[in-house]
C-alpha cells in the first residue's frame, strides 16, 4: 500500500465512525492540486543538472495550504500528497486556519555545495510561485530545510515580484521576520499535552496521581525532546527520570537535571559522555520502563508488535511523527495505554508558525510571553476538543482526532457549497 493510500484509510476508518457521506469523502480525500516541476539547476562546474519537486496542496476549505518543503533523495510525488493530507487534518484539529500543503525536492542536499543548494532553492521556488503566495500557500522546513532556505525562499519571492513579503513563508531566521518563540513551540505543546491528559485521567478517575508525582521517560533528546524534557520538568514539576538520543539512553531514579542536559547538548551537540546520571540504559530499555508516561520524541516506527507489549507506561505523548505502528498501537490500546495521536501532541510548532504568518502580514510583532500564552489556549482547546469528540463517538484519541478535523473541514465545505 503506498503512504497516500495508507493516509486514506486512516481517513476512512474515521469517516465511518462519524458516517460521513461518499460525496463528501470523496471531496476530502482527493489533493486539491498536485504541481510537478522539473527544472533546470546550474552547478558550480558549470554544467546544468535537472531536478524534479513538487508541491501539494490538499484542501484549502479552512484557508490557505501550510506546510513543509522537505529535500532528500527519496522525495516522491506519493509521499508528498501523503503529508499534505495529514496537515489537513492536523491544522484543522488545533483550530487554525489553513488546508493542507507539502513539498519536496527530489536531491541529497549533502552532496551540493551551499551556493548549488540557493540556486536550486531559489529557481525551486520560482517555479512553484504560481500556487505559492501569502493568501494562498505558505510553506517551511522540513526534513533537510532551515531557516537559511525560507530566507531565500522569501528572497526569491519578494525579487520576483517586487516588494517585500515576509508572510510567504514561515520558520524564517528572527532577524527577517521569524517568530520568538518557535524553536521551543513542539516541545513546549508536548508539555501542555502531558498536562492535560494527566488531568483529563485524573477526572475520569482512570489515573490517580498529580503531576508531580509523574515519573516520565523521553525517547529522542533533539528539538523537540530536550525541550519537551525541561519544561515537563521546570513547569509541571514531573520526575523526567530517563531521557535518550542517539548515544543511548541516561536514567536518574530521582529524577535527571535536565536544564543541566540541555546545556550539555547545546556545548557538546548530543549527550554523548554527559555523566550526571545514575545508569547508562539502552534505547529499548527506555522505551520498557516503568513509567507513568512514556513521550517518543525521535524517530518513528520505535514502538510496534515486537515491544509494545513490554512498553508500561500508561499514557504515551506521540512527540514524534508515527512512533507507533498499527500493529503496536493495537497491542498498547488492549492494555488500555491512552496515546495522545502525533498530529495533536506536536501540533505546537505549525501553530507558532500560524503565529509568525500573522505577525509577518501585520508585520507587528510580539513578544515571547504573548506567543506561550497564545500557544497554551489553542494547545489546550484542541485537546480538550478532542477528548469531548472521543467522548461523543466512545473511541481512541487517534480516531477523536480525525473525527474532530474532518468534522471542521466536512461543515466548511457543506457551508461554502461547490461551486458553481
Ligand atoms: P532532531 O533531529 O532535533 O532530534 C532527534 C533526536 O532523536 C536527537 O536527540 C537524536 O539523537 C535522536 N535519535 C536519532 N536516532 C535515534 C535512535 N536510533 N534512537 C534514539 N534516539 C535517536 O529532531 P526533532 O526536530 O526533535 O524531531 C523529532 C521528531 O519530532 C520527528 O519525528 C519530527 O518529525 C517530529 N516533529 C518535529 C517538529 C519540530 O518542530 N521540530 C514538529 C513536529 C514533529
Given at each position: 500500500m503506498s503512504l497516500f493510500e495508507n493516509a486514506v484509510k486512516q481517513f476512512t476508518k474515521a469517516a465511518d465512525v462519524m458516517n460521513l457521506d461518499s460525496s463528501m469523502r470523496e471531496v476530502l480525500s482527493m489533493p486539491k492540486r498536485e504541481l510537478t516541476v522539473n527544472f533546470p539547476v546550474r552547478m558550480d562546474d558549470g554544467s546544468a543538472r535537472v531536478f524534479t519537486g513538487h508541491r501539494v496542496q490538499h484542501n484549502i476549505a479552512l484557508g490557505p495550504a501550510k506546510g513543509g518543503i522537505r529535500y532528500h533523495q527519496n522525495v516522491t510525488l506519493d509521499e508528498v500528497k501523503a503529508l499534505a493530507f495529514w496537515m489537513t487534518w492536523k491544522a484543522a484539529v488545533v483550530g487554525i486556519p489553513y488546508g493542507g500543503g507539502k513539498g519536496g525536492v527530489?536531491?541529497?542536499?549533502?552532496?551540493?555545495?551551499k551556493t548549488e543548494v540557493e540556486r536550486l532553492s531559489r529557481r525551486f521556488f520560482s517555479e512553484i510561485q504560481v500556487i505559492i503566495g501569502e493568501n494562498k500557500d505558505i510553506p517551511a522546513p522540513d526534513v533537510n530545510t532551515n531557516g537559511q532556505i525560507m530566507a531565500w525562499y522569501m528572497d526569491t519571492y519578494s525579487m520576483n515580484v517586487g516588494h517585500s513579503v515576509?508572510?510567504?513563508?514561515?520558520?524564517?531566521?528572527l532577524e527577517i521576520g521569524g517568530s520568538v518563540g518557535r524553536t521551543e513551540a513542539t516541545g513546549r505543546g508536548v508539555r501542555i499535552c502531558a498536562e492535560e491528559v494527566v488531568k483529563y485521567l485524573n477526572e475520569k478517575g482512570t489515573f490517580n496521581k498529580e503531576m508531580r508525582d509523574v515519573t516520565v521517560a523521553i525517547q529522542g533528546f533533539g528539538n523537540v525532546g530536550s525541550y519537551a524534557a525541561t519544561l515537563i520538568n521546570?513547569?509541571?514539576?514531573?520526575?523526567?527520570?530517563a531521557v535518550s538520543d542517539i548515544s543511548g539512553g541516561y536514567y536518574s531514579e530521582k529524577g535527571l537535571n535536565t536544564d543541566e542536559m540541555m546545556k550539555y547538548l547545546e556545548e557538546n551537540?548530543?549527550?554523548?559522555?554527559?555523566?550526571?546520571?545514575?545508569k547508562k540504559i539502552t534505547n529499548e530499555e527506555l522505551l520498557e520502563m516503568d513509567v507513568d508516561m512514556l513521550i517518543?520524541?525521535?524517530?518513528?516506527?520505535?514502538?510496534?508488535a515486537e515491544n509494545a507489549d513490554k512498553v508500561r507506561a500508561k499514557i504515551v505523548v506521540e512527540?514524534?511523527?508515527?512512533?507507533?505502528d498499527p500493529d503496536g498501537e493495537d497491542i498498547l490500546t488492549e492494555k488500555g495505554c491512552i496515546i495522545v495521536p502525533d498530529f495533536v501532541a506536536n501540533a505546537g510548532g505549525v501553530t507558532v508558525s500560524y503565529f509568525e504568518w500573522v505577525q509577518s502580514l501585520q508585520w507587528f510583532f510580539w513578544e515571547l510571553e504573548d506567543v506561550r500564552n497564545a500557544l497554551h489556549r489553542i494547545m489546550k482547546k484542541a485537546f480538550c476538543g478532542v477528548v469531548k469528540t472521543g467522548e461523543k463517538y466512545d473511541v481512541d484519541m487517534r480516531t477523536a482526532a480525525y473525527v474532530n478535523a474532518i468534522e471542521k473541514v466536512a461543515q466548511a465545505t457543506r457551508l461554502r457549497g461547490i461551486y458553481p
Open positions: 527530489q536531491v541529497d542536499p549533502t552532496l551540493l555545495s515576509l508572510g510567504v513563508v514561515t520558520g524564517k531566521p521546570d513547569e509541571l514539576n514531573a520526575k523526567v527520570i551537540g548530543s549527550l554523548e559522555g554527559y555523566t550526571g546520571a545514575d517518543p520524541a525521535a524517530l518513528e516506527n520505535v514502538i510496534t512527540a514524534a511523527n508515527g512512533p507507533i
